[in-house]
């Protein structure tokens, strides 16, 4: 299942002393499965860094959650598209630094280490600082 935006886009966000120079979008995921990415956003300054946030995080079966792991990618036209970074994220942030001018998106790979798990993935709030 997608991930679907219910927020709009903030000018301006100061968040715990890290500059987001941009914007934001608020989501949240239901039965995500492995492999699937989130919406895509574009980034047209080099200034502020990308954060990723979930809160309210559980599985539809067991494993218990322990972490989502996380792909930052780069959209790149006709070609593939890199790994920028990779971060485990236990329910709280993943920083994913100043990646640069561009389209970015992030890819969830694994839970808890699996990358096959037999469950899908709730976040009850999903929030991307920019």
């Not at 903030?10 to 919406?39: D, P």
């Not at 970074?85 to 699996?114: A, I």
């Not at 037999?118 to 920019?130: A, G, H, P, Q, S």
Request: include cysteine.
């Amino acid at each position: 299942m997608a991930i679907l935006a219910v927020g709009p886009l903030a000018a301006v966000s100061l968040t715990m002393g890290t500059a987001h120079a941009e914007g934001s979008w608020t989501s949240h995921a239901k039965g995500w499965a492995t492999g699937k990415e989130s919406r895509h956003w574009t980034k047209n300054s080099s200034a502020g860094t990308t954060t990723v946030q979930f809160s309210g995080c559980s599985t539809t079966y067991p494993p218990a959650f322990k972490y989502a792991g996380l792909q930052f990618k780069k959209d790149i036209s006709l070609r593939p598209d890199p790994v920028l970074k990779r971060h485990n994220n236990s329910c709280g942030t993943s920083n994913f630094g100043q990646p640069g001018k561009g389209t970015y998106y992030f890819n969830y790979s694994n839970l808890n280490g699996n990358d096959s798990p037999n469950t899908y993935l709730n976040v009850n709030k999903i929030t991307v600082k920019y």
